[in-house]
Structure formats: C-alpha cells, structure tokens
C-alpha cells in the first residue's frame, strides 16, 4: 500500500439511510491508521485465475496486515442527509457538508413511489444541472480534491469530470435505472425516460465502479460488465464450488451481446423481465430535458483489460473497470440480553419471549388491530413518534439507536427491501419479512440476494396494513428453526468426519480434501460471529437448497438390503441452507483498498 494520503469528496445520497450507513463502513476503513507494508494488491487477488473463494483467507491475512500509523486521508462527506447518520466518522475525521446531490425518490409510504412527483423532482433538479455543477468544479478545486466518490448521485460524476479527476461509484444500482422503471405506457413516460438518460449521461463518466451484492442491471457499464462477466474467475466475493462458477462463466459467454443483469452469485435475469432492463436501443432514442445533453448519447468505452493498468499517469487514459466486491454492512456489537434491557424489557420477557423488530421507520400502528403478533412474542418498532402510543407488547427504540444490535437481538425483522435491512440481516442470520415495493427497481436484484443469501419471507401491504402478521412471523421462525436444525445436524457430521479422520489417520496430501473442520462461531471484537465463507473452504457436492444436511438413507438401505459383496459407495453429506449461503461481509476494508490501489495507479 502506497503511504501517499489522498482527498476523498464522498457523495451519498440522502434517499433512504442505507446509503449512508454503508458509506460510513468505508470511510472508517479509509481512515484507519496504517503502515507501509509491502502486499499484492487487491485487484490481483481478484483477478488471480488460480485463486478461488478458498483462498479469502489470504485476502483478510492481507488486510489485517495492513495497519495504519497515521490517518493518512482526508475526507469530506458531501450529502443532504441528516449529519448524525455520520457522526461516528465525523469523530474519526471525515467533514460533512450538507448539499443537495441528487433529485432521489418521493415515497408517500416506505413501500410506495409516487412517479409523478418524483419526475417532477428529477426535471427540476436538472434544470439547475449546469449551475451546480459549476459550483461543484469550484468546490472541489477549492479543496484539491482528488478523487470524486459517489452512492450514488449522477451529477458528482460529471463534475469529477468537469474538474479533470477520476469518480468511483460504489453501489448496487443507480437511478437511470430507477426512473426508467417507472415508465407505465402514459404520456409521462417521455420526461420518465429523458429524466433517465440524463443521469445516465453523467454516470457514464466514471471511471471505476465497485459493484456491491443485491444490484441490478447498471447500464453507465455496461459493456464493462460484459467484459467482466466473460472473463470472471471466482473471487474473493463469489461462490466457492467450482462446478457452478464455471456454469456462471458459461452462461455468461453465451449472452456477450445482451446486457448482463444477474444477481451476485450468479443467476441469469428471469426472461419476461424486458422492462427491468431496457435494451440498449430503448436507452439512445429519447432526448434529455438538458440542453447540455440533449440529442446526445455517449459511446460506451471499449472493453479493455481486466486488471489495473501497470502504470499510469494520467485520469484520462484509465480503462473503465467493474469490481464486484463482499457485502459492506454494519456488525452489532452488544448482546441481545443487553439491548432489550436498554428498552426497558423485564428479565422474564427477555428470557420467555421472542421479539420482531419493526423497520420501516417512523410506521405508525393503527388503533383497533388487537395484537398483530402471535403468542410468545413482543414487538420493538424504529422510528416512532413519541406521542404516538404504543400497543400492548410493544416497545420503542430511541432515536438514533445503532439499528445493527437491535436486528442481532430480534428473532425477525419486518421492514422493507432496502440494502441496509438486507445486509444487516444477512450478516446477523435474522429472517425478514418484507412488504415489496414493485414500483422501485432496486428490489429486483436484494430480493435475489435475499433469497440466496438470507431467509426471506413475503407479507402482502394489506396484511401489514391491517394488522395480520402473525402468518408471515410463524412462517420465519419456521425457517430460522430448521436453519438452526441444520446447522446442528452439519456440525455433528463434521465432528464424526474429524473422528474419522484421525483413526484412519491420512497422509498430508489426503488431509485437505478429506477434512472439514469448522467452529460455528469465532470471536471478533468481544462478539460472536457467524463463520463465513472464507473459514468454509472445503467444497461439498451442489445439492437442492433446501435439502438437509444427511447420509444418504438409500446408500444405507441398499447396503443393508443386498446379501451378495457390493461396491461400497461413500455416503454424501447435502449442503444445508445455512451452509450453501455463507457470504464475506469485508466489503468496507476490500472497497477501501481497491480506491486507494485505484488511485496509486492514478499517481505513479
């Protein structure tokens, strides 16, 4: 890692707060402290053909060998949403200044878009287009800044530009895609998708995105991803099982010409789904409400090489480049016994009941419900109002609470699809249940990543509006009971296969294929953490996903069954669900690393 400090201007939209919360993982790796030592660099972590996901291992050593003397960066957080979202990195260092960045969404209800606001938004955001940029060009040179990073606003991209430096977006979607699915075939739709390619414009004038878990079809790179996808080995963020990675590289070399829209783990975009993700054409024919941009399109860069330029002096001839990176989340830090006393649990409650976390912040619970949870459950609701009385079993958490404890505490979450609640969830193995929001885009690709990855489960607007939850919440603790059941079962059959193991005692070459030797949990910051990926190196055969952890009973009963000598066939161990959806969540310290490598590549 070069010891050079660079100035970061950080542009975070202020729709929704997981924007900023996943910003804020970066900027505390960005600003730890570190020393000069010498290590190969992410990208060829990344790229290294030889390296699987077995192999993340490596790439943690690295980075927990990479510690900083001295804060080396500085960083201005550029946003207009609440400054208390990043008051822990404005402790570390990092400057916030408030300003408007992009034009987002207008949500009359967390699981509701209204377009016809929302356009209006956009068109008059971009009628003060040239002018904020202008101020934007003025500011960044005024700070010397170095390099824009964005999640993910438009406009920062095209002032970065203006300015002559590189801009990084780091996110799962961006808004062209956004305000291109609103388009309902009425006479909106022409300002729907000028608003669209607007933003795309300004998109397209990045240099490098980090392409986070749970995204959608980002068509500012297109052809990059195509590039990417063509040419991928499994990395530090992908699937260890080899037969499927070279599935996916087969799936994806068979479709170079179409626009590739997959989830993080591979699947193909279901057919039927058009409308998610226009077509290439659909994305040139339309002009922009912007002079600057209007009857103009772009090319797209051409398809370059897929690693980091050796050397490099100059922003301009930097290839375009997509990195698919871990999960950024927030972890917990304080145990469930502590957080529910912090509400004002009595210690029978917390030992005797199960809690459901209601997330959709600031939900007012309508009066005459009865109680929507089942027996043996309390409930602890985000974002109430103080005035607004509770229902019986109810609790309140205080504003500003740090929400990752309160879903590591909760048994379920009800809330939206938005990346916080996913990755938080995610990370902690906390089923949710979420109200779909089908006019915003972005829940195509963490509904996917849901369903890999976590266990998700479906309860209609009208159900939660009316109180009856008590299906979709006896629904996810079944799911969470049989994940459990099965990781119970997988680390009984480990422990047998460790005994076997050490009887039969193999040689050195047989030990690594024939052992799996794993703990549940490991210690990390005085808390317990589910193992991930990279500590599950050893790959098992490619079974249904809900299939449990067993031997084979057939094998057994036709072993039994048959007097004549038979051909002793090895019984096989079936991934569990919990096992199968394993995912790094290092996303902040790899995403940290992959902009100071970019930007070493920049400057030397």
């Known amino acids: 890692m070069s010891s050079k400090g660079y100035t970061f201007c950080y542009y975070v939209s202020g729709h929704g707060f997981g924007h900023a919360t996943r910003v804020n993982q970066i900027i505390t790796e960005l600003l730890k402290p570190s020393n000069d030592a010498t290590m190969a660099p992410v990208s060829t972590i990344l790229t290294d053909p030889s390296l699987t996901l077995s192999t993340s291992s490596i790439v943690n050593d690295i980075l927990a060998s990479t510690k900083k003397d001295t804060s080396r960066h500085t960083i201005y957080i550029v946003s207009d949403a609440p400054q208390f979202i990043f008051q822990d990195v404005i402790a570390l260092g990092a400057i916030y200044r408030n300003a408007k960045v992009d034009a987002g969404v207008v949500q ?7 377009r016809h606001q929302t356009i209006s938004g956009v068109k008059a955001f971009l009628a003060r287009r040239d002018e904020m940029i202008k101020a934007e060009v003025a500011w960044l040179a005024q700070v010397n800044a170095d390099c824009v990073l964005a999640d993910a606003p438009f406009l920062p991209c ?4 203006a300015c002559g430096i590189p801009a990084c977006l780091i996110t799962n979607f961006t808004f062209d895609e956004v305000y291109r699915f609103l388009r309902e075939g009425d006479d909106l739709d022409k300002d729907v998708v000028a608003c669209a390619e607007a933003a ?6 990045a240099t490098l995105l980090l392409r986070l878990p749970g ?3 980002i068509p500012s790179f297109d052809q990059e991803v195509i590039t990417m996808e063509i040419n991928r080995t499994p990395s530090i ?16 070399s068979s479709r170079r ?5 997959e989830t993080w783990m591979g699947d193909a975009t279901p057919a039927g789904e058009g409308a998610m993700s226009p077509s290439s054409s659909d994305r040139t024919t339309v002009s922009s409400p912007n002079s600057s941009v209007s009857g103009r399109v772009s090319s797209l860069s051409k398809i370059v090489s897929s690693d980091f330029p050796s050397s490099m002096t100059k922003f301009e001839g930097m290839a375009r480049r997509v990195i698919d990176v871990p999960l950024v989340v927030r972890m917990a830090v304080n145990t469930r016994e502590d957080v529910l006393r912090s509400l004002g649990v009595d210690e029978e409650t917390i030992a005797t009941k199960k809690m459901v976390l209601v997330s959709f912040g600031g939900q007012r619970l309508k009066q005459g419900w009865g109680n929507p949870l089942p027996e043996g459950w309390i409930g602890v609701i985000c974002g109430l109002p103080v005035e607004h009385e509770l229902p019986e079993g109810f609790y309140r958490s205080p504003h500003g609470v740090y929400v990752p404890d309160l879903t590591r505490a909760a048994d379920i979450v009800i809330g939206k699809l938005g990346y916080g609640t996913c990755s938080e969830c995610i990370a902690h193995d906390t089923p949710l249940i979420y109200v779909s929001r089908p006019q915003f885009i972005e829940e195509h690709g963490l509904i996917k990543m849901m369903k890999r990855h976590g266990l998700p489960v479906e309860m209609t607007a009208e159900e939660f509006e009316t109180g009856h939850w008590q299906r979709s919440i006896l629904e996810a603790d079944r799911q969470a009971q049989e994940e459990r059941e099965g990781r119970r079962l997988f680390m009984e059959s480990c422990e047998e296969d460790n005994d076997e193991d050490e009887d039969e005692k193999p040689d050195a070459s047989q030990t690594q294929t024939q052992t799996l030797s794993v703990p549940l949990t490991t210690k990390a910051n005085g808390r317990r953490r589910s193992a991930s990926v990279a500590s599950l190196s050893t790959i098992r055969p490619k079974a249904n996903k809900m299939a449990r952890l067993t031997v084979t009973d057939k094998v057994e009963e036709e072993e039994e069954s048959n007097a004549k000598p038979c051909k002793h066939t090895e019984p096989e161990y079936i991934k569990p669900v919990w096992f199968e959806r394993r995912i790094p969540n290092n996303g902040g310290e790899v995403c940290a690393r992959l902009v100071e490598e970019f930007m070493d590549q920049l400057t030397h």
Do not use: G, N
Request: net charge negative.
């Open 108 to 114: 009359p209800l967390a699981y509701s878009v209204d």
């Open 158 to 161: 095209a002032a970065a530009s």
């Open 257 to 261: 010409s179409s626009v590739v829209d």
């Open 200 to 205: 795309l414009e300004d998109y397209r004038k």
């Open 215 to 217: 995204f959608i079809d």
């Open 237 to 252: 963020s992908e699937h260890s099982d080899d037969e499927f990675a070279q599935e996916h590289h087969d799936q994806t």
